[in-house]
């Protein structure tokens, strides 16, 4: 249904100009068609620069670095080897792509405005680099796109050159399909998970095995090769190239807007900001003629503040969600309620034996300054065991965690996975954790909250498998597992504490891990809440997955520990079976006071 729908639209988009051209331009000025060449090629580019600028977070405005360079490919090739712009357009986008990687790697290292800059300065310096290298790119004076070289004619499909402009609204569209289609297919496949997880939340991304940098960079490369193809053609639709058409920054600046006004981060969005947009600013200067000049630039401005005020997601990012709302009836329901008792345990499933070493950590030592964190802190993890950490606030608990997956190197001292081969791994990055199997949830919840409670645990699954049917298929069997298949639909921020919590480990035990972390992820929740984790975390641990627990509560810990370790003041104080820990004077001291002894006693 919603293809079929999708399609429709596409089909009515294509149609429009020829529609509605002779009906309102009965003479064939040409003006309509141009407009409407308009709009396909800056949706297009809204198209290609939305999987940087929404999928990905990164508000880039360097995007026509890449339309020029596409430009100039098609035209330099064309008019100095006869090069045909199609291949010219192909050379072009692979340099685009070669230079997008190149850019990326410095400005990726910079966040928010600091990355938004760095793209004008580049813009900026390519541009001046057009102007400078003169003999080959015409310089500021620009290159022609000749029709005719020599006594050869250049017109037609293989030079895209055409007296009618009709033609060119079949290729403008074509092109514009082709970055919709490639942005609808980032969006749904593994990489347009990562990367809307690595705008929302980075730390919790990298927790699920995704290298933040390399996935920014896929999107920095895809985007520049689709706007560079964007490029080749409008510079030959124009006639004419130069530095300062081809290397715009007012015109990188209209690109992100259509996409900010239609809906940052939706597939569609960026068509329906520029069809908005784009025919208003030039009804506007058509009407109020050469006197107003560049107003089109205060016209686009109005509209920007006036969907800011009143859709701040955009028209697809507010719009949609009404129209479900609207289509699907009624609204949210109660989440809390919607919670179910985690899956029980198979009947007859025995607990494997606590077998060798899987994870060890030895002599961990983190400073902050002057503070010592963590103390040379030695701990061993089994295979099938759970191991307890406890402590008082502050002790370093959760430093501790940080070290064990990769989060903050160590200043002294190192961590080692077993792999399922038997060899020994000391991984450096938390996607290096990931990859040897360890799995981590955050003391205080990490959901993506812009995505599905399926979306959040598909970003779990996606570890293990590039398919998202896959990823889809694990991301319901562990909502069973863990009580939330009634919430499948929801929006993560819909859900209560509890709810989240068991998001958090959801997600985790989507990737399949061997070790699993799980920091204070009974905090916040009722006894009975307590109790239904106590039996899951018995369920995953007899599913054969080591567990470091981090927890308060002390009647969980105890019955569930297989050994446990206190730390104090950054410093390993004890460790033991539960029942020792209970009975230990230190530990009754520094955490656990002595009504907890009498109690237990
Ligand atoms: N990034 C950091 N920079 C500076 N100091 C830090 C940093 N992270 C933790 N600390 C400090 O290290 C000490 C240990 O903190 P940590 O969060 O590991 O304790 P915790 O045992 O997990 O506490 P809680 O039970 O309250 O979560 C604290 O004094 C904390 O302020």
New binding site residues.
């Given amino acids: 249904m919603r293809l079929a729908l999708s399609f429709g639209g596409l089909a009515a988009l294509f149609a429009l100009p020829f529609w509605l051209i002779p009906a309102i331009d009965p003479e064939g000025s040409g003006f309509w068609q141009h407009i409407f060449v308009t709009i396909f090629v800056f949706a297009a580019m809204a198209c290609a620069w939305n999987i940087l600028g929404g999928f990905a977070g990164q508000l880039s405005l360097g995007q026509t670095i890449f339309y020029g360079i596409g430009g100039y490919a098609g035209a330099m090739l064309n008019q100095h080897f006869g090069l045909i712009p199609w291949l010219g357009g192909i050379a072009g986008a692979a340099v685009s792509v070669a230079i997008a990687v190149a850019i990326a790697w410095p400005c990726l290292r910079l966040r928010g405005p600091f990355f938004t800059l760095s793209t004008i300065a580049f813009l900026e310096v390519i541009r001046l680099l057009a102007i400078h290298f003169k003999d080959f790119t015409g310089g500021s004076a620009g290159l022609p796109v000749p029709m005719f070289v020599g006594t050869e004619m250049r017109i037609g499909w293989a030079w895209m050159l055409f007296r009618d402009k009709e033609n060119y609204l079949i290729i403008a569209f074509g092109l514009l399909v082709v970055c919709l289609a490639a942005s609808w297919a980032v969006r749904n496949s593994r990489l347009g998970f990562y990367l809307v997880a690595v705008r929302e939340r980075e730390d919790a991304a990298r927790a699920v095995g995704v290298n933040a940098t390399a996935v920014k960079l896929a999107a920095f490369a895809i985007s520049a090769g689709l706007t560079s193809l964007v490029g080749t053609f409008h510079g030959i639709y124009l006639n004419f190239i130069d530095p300062e058409t081809m290397f715009s920054l007012p015109t990188a600046i209209q690109v992100a807007m259509f996409a900010l006004i239609g809906g940052l981060g939706t597939v569609t969005g960026p068509i329906w900001g520029t069809l908005l947009v784009v025919p208003i600013a030039e009804a506007a200067r058509g009407w109020l003629g050469a006197a107003a000049n560049g107003l089109h630039g205060l016209v686009y401005g109005l509209v920007l503040v006036a969907v800011v005020l009143t859709m701040p997601k955009g028209l697809v990012g507010s719009i949609g969600p009404w129209l479900k709302r609207r289509l699907g009836g009624a609204a949210e329901a109660d989440t809390a309620a919607r919670i179910e008792a985690p899956e029980a345990a198979a009947p007859g499933e025995e607990r494997p034996p606590v077998g060798e070493p899987l994870l060890e950590a030895r002599n961990l030592t983190k400073r902050?300054?002057g503070?010592v964190?963590?103390n040379d802190v030695s701990v061993t993890l089994r295979e099938g065991e759970v191991l307890g950490v406890i402590?008082?606030?502050?002790?370093?608990?959760?430093?501790?965690?940080?070290l064990l997956s990769g989060f903050?190197a160590p200043s002294a001292g190192g961590v080692k996975v077993r792999l399922p081969d038997g060899s020994w791994v000391s991984p450096g990055s938390p996607h290096g954790f990931a990859a040897a199997g360890v799995a981590r949830t955050f003391?205080i919840v990490q959901p993506f909250t812009g995505l599905s409670v399926r979306e959040n645990i598909m970003l779990g699954a996606f570890h293990g498998t590039r398919s998202a049917v896959e990823a889809r298929r694990i991301a319901e069997e562990v909502a069973a597992t863990v009580g939330l298949t009634g919430l499948l639909d929801a929006e993560a921020r819909s859900l209560t504490v509890g709810g989240a919590k068991r998001l958090e480990v959801a997600r985790a035990l989507a990737m399949k891990p061997r070790v699993l972390l799980l920091d204070?992820v009974m905090a916040g929740l009722n006894p009975a809440d307590v109790q239904q984790a106590v039996e899951l975390i018995k369920r995953v641990r007899d599913s054969g997955v080591s567990v470091i627990a981090?927890e308060?509560v002390m009647a969980a810990v105890m019955a569930l520990s297989d050994h446990i370790v206190v730390?104090n003041s950054?410093k390993l104080i004890a460790e033991g079976p539960p029942s020792e820990i209970a009975r230990n004077p230190a530990v009754i001291e520094a955490y656990l006071g002595e009504e907890y002894a009498h109690a237990a006693a």
């Fill in positions: 902050f300054g503070l964190a963590t402590g008082p606030n502050g002790a370093g608990k959760t430093t501790l965690f940080n903050l003391q204070e981090i308060h730390i950054g």
